[in-house]
């Protein structure tokens, strides 16, 4: 018989459903969250770059649109600091807080419930053992000494079937859960360090004007030496004598 033969999916009995629903639940889930962080990883030193030539040119308004135009945390948290460039140091900070608070919960969500359903599988798996074990049981005191091999079968199939289902979905549910883990920390890291590095960018070369370190200033040409006037040379004067004559 086939490992993937159907027949066998049947003769794990009731609970089999279960397992199958937690599977097709769990994969939407984790699909439905990786297309989302997919959707909200930007390239976030790229992303600051262009609204700092945006803010350099003093077109705060551009700076904004391309907040809106970006998806994802960063950009949020960004136009936070934005919206707030022209106010104090706290009242800057508490904004870009603010928005973080609301971005990062959306990074987080359904993600609990990933976690309950890889926990929740071979619970599943160990229910659908000992239904299998009381079918065997109830199989050999009905038949007593001629319970036949395959009514005790019956119930040793459930009990095995289920087992190794729950644990066949549960071990792909917890590596599914802790890279998508991974991926909401690395937003996480990118969101802190966009909204500190926005604020110490409008903070100091923002209001001060100040260029940037990394932008090379060409030398002031050498002032210009004045040319000194010409030497005048005294003229000499004829002897005495050539002027009697």
């Not at 629903?21 to 962080?37: K, S």
Request: hydrophobic fraction near 50%; charge should be neutral.
């Amino acid at each position: 018989m086939s490992a993937f033969d159907f027949s066998l999916f049947m003769d794990g009995g009731p609970m089999m459903l279960v397992v199958l629903l937690v599977a097709v639940v769990a994969l939407v889930i984790f699909i439905e969250r990786t297309l989302f962080l997919h959707r909200g990883q930007i390239r976030s030193k790229q992303f600051l770059d262009g609204i700092k030539n945006a803010l350099s040119k003093r077109r705060i308004v551009e700076a904004l649109t391309l907040c809106e135009e970006a998806p994802g945390p960063v950009p949020a948290v960004v136009k936070a600091a934005l919206l707030n460039a022209a106010e104090d140091a706290d009242t800057m900070r508490f904004a870009v807080q603010e928005a973080a608070v609301v971005e990062i919960p959306s990074l987080e969500r359904r993600l609990g419930s990933l976690a309950a359903l890889g926990q929740i599988a071979p619970l599943i798996g160990l229910l659908g053992t000992l239904l299998g074990m009381i079918t065997t049981f109830h199989a050999f005191m009905q038949g007593g000494q001629y319970a036949t091999a395959n009514a005790l079968a019956n119930g040793m199939w459930q009990a095995l079937l289920t087992t190794a289902a729950s644990l066949i979905i549960a071990i792909p549910i917890h590596l599914g859960y802790h890279f998508l883990v991974g991926r909401v920390r690395a937003l996480v890291r990118d969101v802190e360090w966009s909204g500190n590095e926005i604020m110490q960018y409008l903070l100091t070369e923002y209001r001060t004007g100040t260029q940037p370190t990394n932008v090379i200033q060409l030398p002031e040409p050498p002032a210009a030496v004045p040319t000194p006037p010409p030497a005048v040379v005294p003229q000499s004067k004829p002897p005495a004598s050539a002027i009697r004559s």
